[in-house]
Structures are given as C-alpha cells and as structure tokens.
C-alpha cells in the first residue's frame, strides 16, 4: 500500500468552477499535510500546509483535513484558466511522501 | 525569499558518462537538502536527504554508490549521476529545508529541476 494515494486525473472544468481534489493516507502519525503546484517541468510550490486536522482557507484556495478517516482535501473556488496546473498532495513531518498528483485544466 | 536554483537545467549525455546536478539556495542557509526523482506522470520519489558536513542518507532501493551526493556548504549540494544509463534518464529535483516564516514548521523549498536524458 502507498503511503499517499491521490485521486487520478486528469480533470477538465470549465472557468469558474469549483475543483476538488483529495488524498488518502497510510500512517496515523503524520501532523502536516501539504498541497503542492506544479508546472509542467518546473518544481513544485508549496501552495497551503495543515497542521492536524481542520479547515485552512487562502483566497480562493481551502485545504480540509481529516484525520480519522486520513483524508485530505482541496478546494479551489472559481478556478481561473492560470490554476491549471497538476496538484500534488504531501504528507510528513520531515520527510514528504507524495501523492502521485492530479493535472487541472480550466477551460476559458 | 527562499530561492532555490538547480544547474543545468537540462542535460543530455551519452550512456556510461557521469552527469553533476548543483542545487543552490540562494538567499538562505539549508542545513538539509533532498534529492528527488520524477518520471512522467508519477510523483515524486525521494531519493536521499543531505545535511550539510555529513553522509547522505538514501531511501531503499536507490544506489548510493550511483547517485553521489555531496553537501559541503549550507547552500550547495550536487548530486552525480555515476556512468548514466537511459533508464536513469528523469526529471531530478531538489529541495532545501528552510524555516517557515510562523516557526512552527520546515518547509521544503523546491528547485525548478533538472531534465536528464540519456542516451
């Protein structure tokens, strides 16, 4: 079993949608959750963090994480063609495993 | 802030030649590096974690004598791709520990990459 798995892509919405995306994890231990963007071949950035379980909202972005069913999320709120990227979801206290990440397309 | 650059950008070598990858924070001090790896259409897999005057530590399975790592200073660290071969042709990244600003958490800064192919 991976320690992260991600929901498979690729998913194409129409601007101004609503875009959700969601991991699963393996070890109970982890406190931090992360969501990652990432370009095509380029690095990722780091887009929000969680620690433990709860909401964090950042503009248009909001990362929901529960930690009894070890299930992250990540809303975005009226996608723009530019938040087409693919997504990456990472998980760790120091070392990070990822998701194997979702590609995003909105559509103009 | 917390810039990371990684040089050559891309690369292109011919099989059983050695291959260096510098990643360089820019404006901050890493004690910790990490190396990955990505093939397309999958995640990222870390391959070894770097601090700063001491020996890597690799993940399993990945050839410690093959993928050199060495990190002498606080903001270099360069990973050497021994005699290459076309499977090892990827998309290699790195990242750099730095402190977040709230102090709670080290984030992991990431370099744009580095595309081998091998041929």
């Known amino acids: 079993q991976k320690e992260v798995e991600q929901d498979p892509g690729p998913l194409s919405v129409p601007e101004g949608a609503i875009v959700s995306l969601n991991c699963t994890y393996s070890n109970s231990a982890f406190q931090y959750f992360m969501w990652y963007r990432q370009y095509s071949r380029k690095g990722p950035e780091l887009l929000m963090y969680t620690y433990s379980s709860g909401n964090k909202e950042d503009g248009r972005f909001t990362a929901q994480v529960d930690k009894s069913s070890k299930y992250i999320s990540l809303f975005i709120r009226d996608s723009q063609p530019s938040d087409s990227a693919t997504y990456l979801c990472?998980?760790?206290?120091?070392?990070?495993?990822f998701g194997a990440g979702t590609t995003v397309t909105v559509r103009a | 802030g917390a810039v990371v650059s990684q040089h050559p950008s891309w690369v292109i070598c011919k099989s059983g030649t050695s291959v260096k990858i510098e990643c360089r924070s820019l404006d901050f001090q890493a004690t910790t590096m990490f190396w990955y790896r990505q093939f397309p259409k999958q995640s990222l897999m870390l391959m070894a974690t770097?601090?700063?005057?001491?020996?890597?530590?690799?993940e399993q399975g990945v050839e410690k004598d093959k993928f050199l790592i060495n990190h002498a200073s606080l903001t270099l660290s360069t990973l050497t791709v021994t005699s290459a071969h076309p499977e090892d042709s990827s998309f290699y990244i790195c990242?750099?520990?730095?402190?977040?600003?709230?102090?709670?958490?080290?984030?992991?800064?990431f370099g744009p990459g580095t595309r081998l192919t091998v041929l």
């Open positions: 990242s750099a520990d730095g402190l977040r600003s709230e102090g709670i958490h080290n984030e992991q800064f």
């Open positions: 990472a998980i760790g206290d120091y070392k990070l495993s």
């Open positions: 770097s601090n700063e005057g001491s020996k890597a530590t690799y």
